[in-house]
Each structure stands twice: as structure tokens, then as C-alpha cells.
């Protein structure tokens, strides 16, 4: 077996800087500290917070007043900043600066009178809270059909933003087709999918046409490796989502020569080394580290940490 390992993968600069704020808060603050939603969206990184008494709410009635609570890679809406102002929580937020440019994009169409139109998936984290900057001026959308479905009152004086983690190829057609009904409809001057999810995409689109497999690490609520191994499916290349090694199963291989390993912007990188090491062990596999380009950004703690 040949592994191409592909490049780059796992962690981007908005995970890491809000697993790097946790880790920051719990020294300073000690624990429990309280986090809005996952951390991020991998059951490895959770379950290794929870192990250090990081306590995960959906509700902020499960915060004790004037506790430290930190707001995830994917953001929150206006609502819960208002709740936690109430509760006189001690807040850090750690939102991902992608994020946080579409929620500004989202206020500042609102406030220009537009209907705005978010691509992307309901009920994910960072959807609800874009919308939540402004309810009752946004519609969501998850495919061209729904497009087609869209009344709006002024189709003259339109808007759309993308959710960051999206297929590259999804988010196109829905665009496509939204200028194709509404041709006055205007969006962001660069495409709002982020680079490391775009990086992660194109790595996976070059190297899927050399492999006839793939793994791709990552836990099932990412949304961003859902779409990595999305695209290897729609390539015709079998692909598999797993959280680690002990997902693995020997019978996938069967006649399988060459096996593309790649991870989710939230997926920890021990965790895709143990996967290759089975591998290796298993079926003798040599690995070739095959990137498709450096990522050297980064992104400053929240203010409330420096």
C-alpha cells in the first residue's frame, strides 16, 4: 500500500488560536471554565478539554453567574453576548476572525436594506449565529433547489454570504444560480470559504485523481470534513469519515493500492499519525507527503487573554 499524505490538513489558524485561548484560560483562570458549544467540532479535542474540567453548554442557564465563558471557533449570535451580560459572565471570545468578517458583512448589509441570502447548513453553529445578527433580514439556503423556491419582496436590492466550511463546488452552483434568478444580487468581494477549508478541498481534488481510497479524519459533526470527503466521493473515489484509528476496518482495503489520508481543519494531527501508523503496520504502506502549499497564517489570542 502507498499512502499520499496529503498537505495541508488538520488544524487551520482559527482552531488553533481558540484551542491555544482555552488552553490559556484554564491556566489562568483554573477550571471549571465554561465554553459555549464545542470547542471545536472534534470529539478528540472535546473529550480532552472535558478530561481538564472544561465544562460544555448548549444553555448559558448552565453557567453560574460571573463564571469564565469562552465562545467557540464558530461564534455566537448578538442574543447570547446579551445573555452572558446579564449573567455577568467573564467572557473570552474565541471566535474564528472568518467568522467574525461575516458576521460584520452580515450587520453591514442588514443596515444597507438588503435580503440577505446565507448559504449554508442549518442548525451548524456557525450558521445560526450569522443569522442571528440579523433575523429577520436573512434567508438560508443549502442548494440550488431552495433557490428556486426563494420569494423575496425587493429582488432588486439582494445580498448572499457563505458559511466558511462549505464545499467550494457546493457553494459555486448555489451562487450560479442565485445570479442566474436575481442578477442584481451582490456578495462579498472575495468568496467568504475560508483558506484553510479551500486549501484542504484543492489538496484533496488534486491528489483523489491518484489514489483509489481515502480516509479522512475528522469527527462526523465537522462540517468541513464531511465535504473533504464528499468531494473524494463525487471524484469516484471510495472514501471513509473516521474520528481515529479504532474506526479502521482492514476489509475497506482489499486490493486497495494507493490510500489518500487527509484531516478536517478540526481534526488533531496524533490523531492522523496513529491512523498512518495502523496502516503502516497493518499493510507495510510507505507514506509520501504530498502538499499542495504552505499555510503560514495565524491569528492573535482574544483581547481578553493578552
Not at 35 to 50: A, G, L
Not at 171 to 189: D, Y
Not at 202 to 215: P, S, T
Request: aromatic residues 6%; contains cysteine; glycine residues 6%.
Amino acid at each position: 500500500m502507498r499512502i499520499l499524505l496529503a498537505g495541508p490538513r488538520g488544524f487551520c489558524a482559527g482552531v488553533n488560536m481558540a484551542i491555544a485561548s482555552l488552553d490559556w484560560a484554564i491556566r489562568r483562570f483554573g477550571t471549571p471554565v465554561y465554553v459555549y458549544h464545542e470547542i471545536v467540532h472534534n470529539s478528540w479535542v472535546v473529550q480532552r478539554f472535558r478530561d481538564q474540567g472544561v465544562v460544555f453548554v448548549d444553555d448559558l442557564a448552565e453557567v453560574p453567574e460571573g463564571a469564565h465563558l469562552l465562545y467557540s471557533a464558530h461564534g455566537v449570535s448578538p442574543t447570547i453576548r446579551q445573555q452572558a451580560a446579564e449573567r455577568r459572565l467573564e467572557t473570552i471570545d474565541a471566535t474564528c476572525p472568518l467568522v467574525t468578517k461575516v458576521h460584520r458583512q452580515a450587520k453591514r448589509y442588514a443596515r444597507e436594506g438588503y435580503t440577505i441570502v446565507l448559504i449554508g447548513h442549518r442548525g451548524h453553529d456557525e450558521v445560526v449565529g450569522t443569522m442571528g445578527e440579523a433575523p429577520e433580514a436573512i434567508v438560508l439556503v443549502g442548494s440550488p433547489e431552495e433557490v428556486d423556491r426563494l420569494e423575496v419582496d425587493a429582488p432588486e436590492r439582494m445580498a448572499y454570504l457563505t458559511q466558511t466550511t462549505l464545499s467550494i463546488d457546493d457553494a459555486e452552483r448555489i451562487i450560479a444560480r442565485l445570479r442566474q434568478r436575481f442578477p442584481r444580487i451582490v456578495g462579498p468581494s472575495q468568496n467568504d470559504i475560508c483558506y484553510a477549508t479551500q486549501n484542504r478541498q484543492k489538496a484533496v481534488l488534486e491528489l483523489a485523481r491518484e489514489a483509489d481510497f481515502a480516509l479522512v479524519v475528522g469527527s462526523q459533526t465537522s462540517s468541513n470534513s464531511r465535504r473533504l470527503a464528499e468531494l473524494c466521493r463525487a471524484r469516484g473515489v471510495e472514501a471513509r469519515l473516521i474520528d481515529g484509528p479504532a474506526d479502521i476496518d482492514s476489509g475497506w482495503f482489499s486490493g486497495r493500492e494507493t490510500v489518500l489520508v487527509t484531516a478536517g481543519a478540526s481534526a488533531p494531527e496524533d490523531i492522523v499519525q496513529g491512523c498512518v501508523r495502523l496502516l503502516q503496520d497493518r499493510f507495510s504502506a510507505t507514506v509520501e507527503s504530498r502538499a499542495i502549499r504552505d499555510e503560514e497564517v495565524r491569528f492573535p489570542l482574544p483581547r481578553e487573554l493578552t
